[in-house]
Nanobody, 129 residues
Framework: EVQLQASGGGLVQAGGSLRLSCAVS????????IAWFRQAPGKEREGVIC????????WWPDSVEGRFTISSDVAKSTVYLQMNNLAPEDTAVYYC??????????????????????WGRGTQVTVSS
């Protein structure tokens, strides 16, 4: 059974940083597509960033360009989301998800959360102005 455990959320002031962790068990961690999504109150779930652990390729939308990075530690079966220069609009519950490989690439994976069969519980990120 694939399980994901996200952690690292919290309250931070605008301009601050947080690092989220997603520990994955029960999967072929070194051959998977793992992503971070977020959902703010009243909004749809949004893809934030993802990584293909097979070759390390990554994809992210313009909204997080230059601020968010994703990395993976195969030995720890953990994916990290480093978030810098946070803004109030980044406030959301952040979820990690696995198993979302798409024949159309990482951008497609991130565009369609339903591609991901495995999800962790969310972790709340709140950015104060």
């Amino acid at each position: 059974e694939v399980q994901l455990q996200a952690s690292g959320g919290g309250l931070v002031q605008a301009g601050g940083s947080l690092r989220l962790s997603c520990a994955v068990s029960g999967s072929t961690f070194d051959d998977d597509v793992i992503a971070w999504f977020r959902q703010a109150p009243g909004k749809e779930r949004e893809g934030v960033i993802c990584i293909d652990t097979r070759d390390g390729t990554k994809w992210w939308p313009d909204s997080v360009e230059g601020r968010f990075t994703i990395s993976s530690d195969v030995a720890k079966s953990t994916v990290y989301l480093q978030m810098n220069n946070l803004a109030p609009e980044d406030t959301a519950v952040y979820y990690c998800a696995a198993g979302g490989r798409s024949d159309y690439g990482l951008q497609a994976s991130l565009a369609f959360p339903t591609l991901f069969p495995y999800w962790g519980r969310g972790t709340q990120v709140t950015v104060s102005s």
